[in-house]
């Protein structure tokens, strides 16, 4: 740091994404913008566009001025019935479309695989979650996809379900068939919304893939994890103009009242983006990515089956004999950081801010990569738990955190989640049994907080 504002102390933030600046390692992890999106060059000067709602910039919740401008150029973009910003995340447009959906209360039919924004949110709305489980037909370690008749027999068992929730893609790139569950759906007269968080391209790529194409009431899209947006922007797409009066409301009861300028902007900037080269720039990181899928495919690295994300290169590693930790430890003495290992995947997130020499790279790291016998992945999916409390009366109760070991028979009072194959083990509420904690203690987690 220079000038006047030198510091002399310790700011190990500071120091840490400096240190981590210095590796210049090549990014197939989150955000999209892999620190280089052209579109975001403007950024360049944050501490300028650092501002609070002014009569020149407008107000996000009150739907005036330059930030209204840039909602409804998005709107147009996306051909939605309302696409609005959010400079909370994803986990903000889950809020709010949660709260839209059953403003006070009520059952919703949720897909097992949802994120910890979701559970929160259940638990502020005093919403009853009826699970849907996936099927497992993504291969070995993988939760899979959710099945429409599954959803259907969950709608008939609940007809006082408020909605379906889904998560599509998931962590992994898998995407159900949200047409037939959508159709499904219809047929009992309940909206379906949407966690796109990992599928904020997908409009652009192939519009037909979007949630919203597919009959879903509205979705949210975490665009900085795919798109070139700074982290924390993410759109908050309506497809059903019902809810449209709403909507400001639903993401102020939960949103802070000083978004993020330089969030919001970098919205805008990606819209402008997706419009003038999204679609060419998506469709060539398509290709690249299944030309590196391919690739590693013939060293052993298998993708997922079925419908997936192309932009998600997910591998099995163990059925190559290395552990995802290995592969990524590999890459990473290649120069490469991973989105995310663990015993037997490898997530690598590619968005058009890679270039050629990032796959090219990634490629002779695969060709090299070393491989061994091959292992199953561990199966961690137990037995639907016993349902205790609600999600709201064990993540409000007071708690305590114990050792996995010694959790059978306590109630859960937090999510706890083993990655893969991202279903939730236990949720709140629910009696952790000891298939529950052998697992939990098998993946890695040791300590849960339990109701007290
Ligand atoms: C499936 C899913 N949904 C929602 C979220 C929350 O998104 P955000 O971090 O943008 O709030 C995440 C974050 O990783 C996620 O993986």
Not at 213 to 237: E, I, N, R
Not at 257 to 275: M, N
Request: glycine share 8%.
């Amino acid at each position: 740091m220079e000038g006047k504002g030198i510091l002399t102390i310790d700011i190990p933030l500071y120091q840490a994404l400096i240190q981590h600046r210095k590796t210049e390692q090549i990014s197939l992890h989150m955000p999209g913008h892999k620190g280089k999106a052209d579109c975001l060059v403007p950024l360049a000067d944050i501490l300028g566009f650092d501002v609070t709602e002014l009569p020149s910039t407008g107000s996000l919740f009150d739907a005036e001025g330059p930030t209204l401008l840039a909602e409804e150029a998005a709107t147009r973009a996306f051909k939605t019935a309302g696409t609005f910003f959010s400079a909370g995340g994803c986990t903000l447009c889950i809020q709010a479309m949660l709260r839209l959906i059953a403003p006070s209360g009520g059952k919703i039919i949720m897909d097992r695989v949802v994120h910890r924004s979701a559970v929160n949110a259940m638990a502020l709305l005093n919403l009853t979650p009826i699970w849907v489980w996936p099927r497992q037909d993504a291969g070995p370690g993988l939760a899979g996809r959710i099945n429409a008749q599954d959803v259907a027999d969950a709608l008939q068992k609940n007809p006082d379900a408020r909605a379906v929730y889904l998560t599509s893609p998931d962590y992994y790139g898998v995407m159900s068939d949200l047409h037939a569950i959508c159709a499904q759906a219809t047929k009992y007269q309940v909206p379906v919304i949407v966690d796109s968080a990992h599928g904020a391209h997908l409009f652009f790529l192939d519009r037909r893939l979007h949630p919203l194409s597919q009959g879903a009431a509205m979705c949210a899209d975490s665009a900085h994890k795919t798109l070139p947006v700074l982290t924390g922007g993410a759109f908050l797409q309506i497809g059903d103009a019902r809810y449209l009066p709403d909507v400001r409301d639903a993401m102020a009861l939960f949103g802070s009242t000083s978004p993020s300028f330089p969030i919001l902007l970098s919205l805008d900037l990606c819209r402008a983006w997706l419009e003038e080269q999204g679609e060419a720039a998506l469709a060539e990181t398509a290709t690249q990515a299944a030309l590196l899928n391919a690739y590693a495919r013939t060293r052993g690295f298998l993708a997922p089956e079925g419908p997936c994300d192309p932009l998600h290169l997910v591998w099995n590693t163990a059925q190559a004999g290395i552990s995802g930790r290995q592969a990524a430890f590999h890459l990473r003495e290649a120069g490469i950081e991973a989105e995310y290992a663990d015993d037997a995947f490898l997530i690598l997130l590619l968005s058009p801010f890679n270039t050629q020499e990032d796959f090219s790279r990634l490629r002779h790291a695969v060709k090299t990569m070393p491989t061994g016998t091959p292992f199953a992945p561990p199966c961690l999916l137990p037995a639907p738990p016993p349902v205790a409390m609600t999600p709201r009366e064990a993540l409000l109760a007071s708690r305590e955190r114990i050792s996995v070991r010694q959790a059978a028979g306590r109630i859960a009072a937090q999510v706890a989640c083993p990655c893969p194959p991202a279903i939730p083990t236990v949720m709140p509420g629910e009696s952790i049994t000891e298939e529950c904690a052998t697992m939990l203690a098998q993946s890695g987690i040791l300590e849960i907080q339990v109701v007290k």
